[in-house]
């Protein structure tokens, strides 16, 4: 069994704007370091750190975990938001393309970036490769992203949840115990909601 952190990056000026930040490389704004720093007094504990390639993960991590040296694994990157990329859904409204997305479940394929299926199967898999290389016993923090989370949570945690119920705010953490490719959540701190 491993004791897990999955933790969503602090705040951008994106995501306080309520933008599609996926693939922008924005550091993280004031108010995400001190959500950050925040974190400080919550005990959280880890022997091995996985982190997203985004600017702001790496600060996220740095800022948490000073004394640990993050693996960094590309596949755990937030969503490509193709065309939405950086548009907030007030600029996107109307968008045809965006109408249609919406009015689908945000289910289907963004133009110009990834589909869910897509996103998924991705964040899973290098999840999957970097979970297995910890090993029994060694507690292990995966900074990431909302979306990240959202797809892990949908893939491994019981009792089953729909992806967008599985949503924490920047600064949030999941803390759940990894036994045979299960996710078993102990403690859901949400974090800051936009």
Not at 50 to 70: E, I
Not at 128 to 145: E, K, Q, S
Not at 167 to 184: P, T
């Amino acid at each position: 069994m491993i004791r897990l952190i999955l933790l969503r990056h602090g705040a951008t000026a994106g995501n306080l704007e309520r933008r599609y930040v996926g693939r922008t490389d924005e550091p993280l704004c004031e108010t995400g370091v001190r959500q950050i720093l925040a974190l400080r007094g919550h005990g959280l504990y880890a022997g091995r750190l996985f982190v997203s390639p985004m600017l702001r993960a790496r600060q996220t991590a740095r800022l948490l975990f000073p004394d640990l040296s993050p693996t960094i694994v590309r596949g755990l990157a937030e969503t490509d938001f193709g065309v939405f990329e950086g548009r907030s859904a007030d600029e996107l409204s109307g968008c045809c393309a965006y109408r249609r997305w919406v009015d689908g479940g945000c289910l289907g394929p963004i133009p110009g970036g990834e589909s869910p299926g897509q996103f998924k199967a991705r964040c899973r898999s290098a999840f999957a490769r970097a979970v297995h290389t910890v090993p029994d016993g060694v507690p292990a923090a995966f900074v990431i992203h909302g979306g990240v989370i959202m797809a892990l949570l949908e893939a491994y945690a019981l009792p089953r949840r729909d992806f967008y119920r599985c949503h924490i705010g920047n600064g949030g953490y999941v803390l759940a115990d990894w036994n045979q490719n299960v996710l078993r959540i102990v403690t859901v701190f949400r974090g800051a909601q936009p």
